[in-house]
């Protein structure tokens, strides 16, 4: 098993940054790739993010060019910049076992950081 916590959420002005932090911690050796996810008061989950064992990585187009994702050993890490009240969500750390394929769902999943941005 694995356990994913996040962390780094909070209130911040449009135009602002924030870093989501999430640790792995468990069977680390079995984690694949790994992403973030968001979701929004009414509506469905969304992609945020994507970074491979490899360092390969993949984004939403709504967050290409301010956001950042990357890796290291048992933690990964979300870096947002110019944030837009649209990007207000509970953001998701998710794991998947062994497999970077972008066919492959996630296994495990955090409990959620709560990102507001305030217009």
């Known amino acids: 098993q694995v356990q994913l916590v996040e962390s780094g959420g909070g209130l911040v002005q449009a135009g602002g940054s924030l870093r989501l932090s999430c640790a792995a911690s468990g069977s680390i050796g079995s984690i694949g790739a790994m992403g973030w996810h968001r979701q929004a008061p009414g509506k469905q989950r969304e992609s945020v993010a994507r970074?491979?064992?490899?360092?390969s990585t993949m984004y939403a187009d709504s967050v290409k060019g301010r956001f950042t994702i990357s890796r290291n050993n048992a933690f990964i890490y979300l870096q947002m910049n110019s944030l837009k009240p649209e990007d207000t969500a509970v953001y998701y750390c998710?794991?998947?076992?062994?497999?970077?394929?972008?066919?492959?769902?996630?296994?495990?999943w955090g409990q959620g950081t709560q990102v507001t941005v305030s217009s």
């Open positions: 998710a794991a998947t076992r062994f497999s970077d394929s972008v066919s492959t769902p996630y296994s495990y």
């Open positions: 970074i491979t064992r490899g360092g």
